[in-house]
């Protein structure tokens, strides 16, 4: 299979697969919609919007296991991802790109709006968020900025993030237990995925149940669907 052949679960179509060209910064476009990949192709590409050469995308990807695919192959300067992709989430793939890829920058936009999963997001590691209701000249006009190393977030994001969540209180092993408990698994499922002992899980289940003044699972999974930590349907 040759550069110009699609690799990336794309349904065999022309994939826009490039070599990188010598001192350019490239990037991966992620979005579940052609419109809007091909419509950030077009400006981040050009030259003098983001850089003075301009960005060299070197692949899109329409659902989460093409853009970990992609990301893996060609380890990119930055990673313009969607969050809502098709087959993995945008949080599972950041935790991965973190490993296959860290020096790669990824930057979020999404149309959510829950302050758990912006949280998570950015302690997963994306080092910008950027609203879908906002207009697209606020990211080409940050982008820059978050490529030189300076985190950035959409004012509305900052705005919700400023008000805490009840998700903050909770330690890194019990936001983890948390997301296995609603995703119904047993403590024992739980101890064996966490290399713990069950009692130990069930301190966990219990710290984070009492952080959070929740008395059943019912509650815990309508809190992490208030909180954009399980996704709804």
């Keep these: 299979m040759n550069n110009n ?3 990336n679960g794309m349904g065999g179509k022309e994939n826009p697969v490039q070599k990188q060209e010598l001192g350019k910064k490239t990037v991966v476009v992620a979005d579940d919609h052609a419109i809007v990949r091909q419509s950030l192709v077009d400006v981040l590409s050009e030259p003098g919007r983001i850089t003075p050469e301009g960005l060299q995308v070197v692949d ?4 989460g296991f093409a853009v970990l695919a992609a990301v893996k192959r060609h380890k990119p300067s930055l ?11 945008g949080a599972e793939i950041i935790k991965d790109i973190q490993r296959w890829s860290p020096d790669t920058c990824t930057v979020v936009f999404t149309g959510m709006e829950a302050t758990g999963l ?6 997963d590691g994306a080092k910008g968020l950027f609203s879908k209701a906002d207009p697209v000249e606020d990211l080409l006009d940050k982008l820059p900025m978050i490529l030189d190393g300076t985190p950035y977030i959409a004012p509305r994001f900052q705005k919700l993030l400023d008000k805490k969540s009840a998700i903050t209180a909770l330690t890194a092993r019990e936001r983890q237990t948390l997301s296995m408990v609603v995703g119904g698994m047993s403590n024992r499922e739980i101890a064996e995925a966490m290399n713990i002992s ?6 966990h289940r219990t710290s984070l149940m009492n952080k959070l003044n929740l008395h059943s699972v019912v509650e815990l999974i309508a809190f992490a669907l208030r909180e ?6």
């Design 198 to 203: 069950p009692k130990t899980v069930d301190k």
């Design 5 to 7: 052949e699609a690799s």
């Design 228 to 233: 954009g930590l399980l996704e709804n349907g």
């Design 60 to 63: 899109q990807a329409e659902d």
């Design 79 to 89: 990673l313009l991802l969607d969050i809502a992709m098709p087959l993995a989430s």
């Design 118 to 123: 912006l949280w998570g997001l950015i302690e």
